[in-house]
């Protein structure tokens, strides 16, 4: 007989000898289940390009919590529609804690924008909050602007001849683009690709002027001379890139901070005990040095929820707030 079927059998007989143990015990079958989990591969849906800033970040971290759970976490990268494929997907399956999404403040803007989506980012299971990562205002290597106020002069010179790159309508870098049109009052074209990962490309080809690519994306191709920075939307300089001034110091303002944050969903209605399990090994996770270290290196910083409720209530308030930004910059979709 074959290991695989012997493994097969075995796993069903524990399975089946639990069920009288939950029911003598009037504890749900969840409950037995979570000593258990995981005890195979779990899938990590996330909805960026491989190759990535973002990817790679979600591949090192799905590395270091795979050693956590004793399972490997199996990265799927779903890419469309600025995240709304990957976010449909994982909303139709089983709510057994095998498959995760990468979830991010682009779900929260997707379902504003577009209520028709066949997902409601409060309807996931909000397992934990990753942390922040700003967005960096760049430009072409070979772009004549080395400042925000000389962009911002050459787009009122001439409003409408300049355009700004996104990973697609209602992404982080198109609200970001947005929000900053709105806040100088410039008038610049908006050019949707079907990625973020295709953001510095046209930058370097010059099809775009500029473009707000996530950190993780930016520092390295800022660091090999490909775009040039001009400023970080976060609300203090960041270490990557320490010498890049944030939007708020370039434009003398207080208002403008345009982090995008992340962090680990699950389908709805995720047993409370697989909840806890998950919390527990992304907190030690997230505490590791090296996994630390490589996101403050790529511009992201590790702020984790305490606890899965805090996480739904930021959620909450994030989807409020991102309300706001939408609404008064007159962010629709094309």
Known sequence: MAASTLRTRRLMLRTLLTLPVAAASGLPAS????????????RLVVPYAAGGGPDIQARKLAEVLGRE??????????VGAAGILAAESVAQQPADGYTLLLGASTHVAQKLLQPSVKFDPAAFTHVIRIGVSPAVL?????????????LVAAARRSPGSLNYASGGVGSAAHIC??????ATGINVVHIPYK????????????DTQFGFPVAAT???????GKVRALAVTSAQRIPGLPGVPTLNEALGRSDLTLDSWSGIWAPANLPKPLVARLHAAMLKALADPGLRRFYAETGALIEPSPTPESFTRLVAEETARMRQVIEKNHITIE
């Open 31 to 42: 409950a037995f289940a979570a000593d258990n989990y995981p005890n195979r591969p779990i």
């Open 69 to 78: 759970l004793g399972q490997p976490i199996v990265v799927e990268n779903k």
């Open 138 to 150: 760049v430009v072409g290597a070979n772009s004549p602007y080395r400042t925000v106020g000389e």
């Open 177 to 182: 683009g947005a929000a900053f049109a709105s």
């Open 195 to 206: 990625g973020s990962v295709e953001i510095v490309p046209s930058l370097i080809k010059g």
């Open 218 to 224: 930016a520092v390295p191709q800022i660091g090999n």
